[in-house]
């Protein structure tokens, strides 16, 4: 079966174009809840930031608790005043040279899980976004078990619990930081 027939066939029931006026839409992703979570990286990649810049973004994938399954990125810039903050985050991660930030990552079979400390962010415009402060390797080893799908957004209120107060000024827009150069 190609691409074109799964997302085209209705035999399963429950899907297809006939489907499609009488199918509710998926209830919207919220930020998650400022805090620490458990995760493990799913992907990194060089991109370009906003500003022009180059960048490396890693997509974290929240392992444990209420948010598992969710997704969190975080993407280092790699201007001048950001460089020697992005050389020492990547570092941890054993990404310390061009060639290691243009190879995939991570590498097959092998799983970083690491901590993250999330703030939720508030815009000029009032949306709401998150910003990952800070992000500790925890391990490294093989691949553990498969993702799960990510669970039905909650309507949780944020909260500043489990973060140290140096980041916790930082949760609902209370502050700026980061080498995130968005």
């Not at 929240?62 to 570092?91: C, H, Q």
């Not at 970083?112 to 939720?120: E, G």
């Amino acid at each position: 079966m190609n691409l074109n027939e799964i997302f085209n066939n209705n035999a399963g029931g429950g899907g297809g174009l006939d489907a499609f006026d009488t199918t509710p839409p998926a209830p919207g992703m919220e930020p998650l809840p400022a805090g620490t979570y458990t995760a493990v990286i799913a992907h990194g990649e060089l991109v370009q930031t906003k500003s022009g810049s180059d960048g490396y973004r890693i997509r974290f994938r929240i392992v444990e608790g209420p948010y598992a399954g969710r997704i969190a990125f975080r993407t280092w810039s790699f201007s001048e005043r950001a460089l020697p903050y992005a050389r020492r985050d990547l570092g941890q991660f054993g990404l310390t040279t061009s060639a290691q930030l243009l190879a995939p990552f991570p590498e097959v079979g092998r799983e970083y899980r690491v901590k993250l400390w999330v703030a939720l962010q508030r815009g000029d415009d009032g949306r709401e976004f998150n910003d990952v402060k800070r992000v500790q390797l925890i391990t490294v080893g093989p691949t553990t078990a498969p993702p799960t799908d990510p669970p039905a957004p909650t309507t949780a209120g944020p909260t500043t619990a489990g973060l140290p107060p140096e980041l916790a000024k930082f949760a609902l827009g209370g502050g700026k930081g980061g080498a995130d150069d968005r």
